[in-house]
């Protein structure tokens, strides 16, 4: 069945540091591929998204490319902040539209 | 613009009980999805409801049960609780004619615990 795969955590890094977050995932068809974050005590927000194969999604400094060959969506950002410690999730969506399939979301802490 | 709401914010019921949560969508949004968030876990999703019809749902039992309104509110309802049902219950709501890369707009959850 359809889902995703994403790094499991907890990730700790230093304010300014570099963030990579892995997502892969198993789906037919043609997937949209999403980056939400939940800060502490909020409900998820869309971070980011990518519709189709090559398509590079940004907001915040993050970004995430749609790889269909290695059916991955890793997320980046060059520079993070104590801001930014959230938990970060990839998930999915098929050309339904009426379904999103999560991961199992990875915590991001920044320390000054 | 009002975003998403949902209450109760926390809940505490017994093993056995029932519970109805509530979330009432976007302005403008017809679709509604429902979403157990375990601790430590990513949403799962439970049902979406569009023009008061479910459409589309996941893998749950019959004892999850829900309700759109014809002002796009919807209910989520269970039916005798277990413990594995404690979770964070999340409401998103999506915009018509958004089609696959639809964005769904989430509400801040109710924190329901079995006992």
């Known amino acids: 069945g359809d889902s995703v795969t994403q790094m499991e955590g907890p990730v700790t890094l230093s304010e300014e540091a570099f963030l990579t977050i892995n997502c892969t995932y198993t789906?037919?068809?043609?997937?949209?591929l999403f980056w939400y974050v939940q800060y502490p005590g909020e409900g998820l927000q869309l971070l980011l998204k990518a519709t189709k194969a090559d398509d590079k999604g940004s907001n915040k400094g993050f970004e995430a490319t749609y790889r269909k060959e290695t059916t991955s969506f890793h997320l980046e950002k060059g520079s993070v902040q104590v801001s930014d410690s959230a938990v970060y999730f990839c998930?999915?969506?098929?050309?339904?539209?009426?379904?999103?399939?999560f991961g199992t979301g990875t915590s991001l802490t920044v320390i000054p | 613009e009002t975003g998403v709401t949902q209450s109760p914010t926390h809940l505490i019921k017994t093993r056995g009980q029932q519970v109805t949560l509530r979330c009432s969508s976007q302005?403008?949004?017809?679709?509604v999805s429902w979403y157990q968030q375990a601790l430590g876990q990513g949403p799962q999703f439970i049902f979406q409801?569009?023009?008061?019809?479910?459409?589309g749902r996941g893998n749950f039992p019959p004892r999850f049960s829900g309700l759109q309104f014809p002002n796009y509110s919807s209910e989520l309802n269970v039916n005798a609780l277990e413990l594995d049902d404690s979770a964070l219950y999340l409401c998103?709501?999506?915009?018509?004619?958004?089609?696959?890369?639809?964005?769904?707009?989430f509400g801040p959850g109710t924190r329901l615990t079995v006992l």
């Open positions: 409801y569009y023009r008061e019809e479910e459409n």
């Open positions: 302005s403008g949004h017809n679709t």
């Open positions: 998930a999915l969506s098929k050309n339904t539209g009426n379904q999103f399939y």
């Open positions: 998103a709501s999506t915009k018509p004619g958004t089609g696959v890369s639809n964005e769904q707009f």
């Open positions: 789906a037919t068809g043609y997937p949209s």
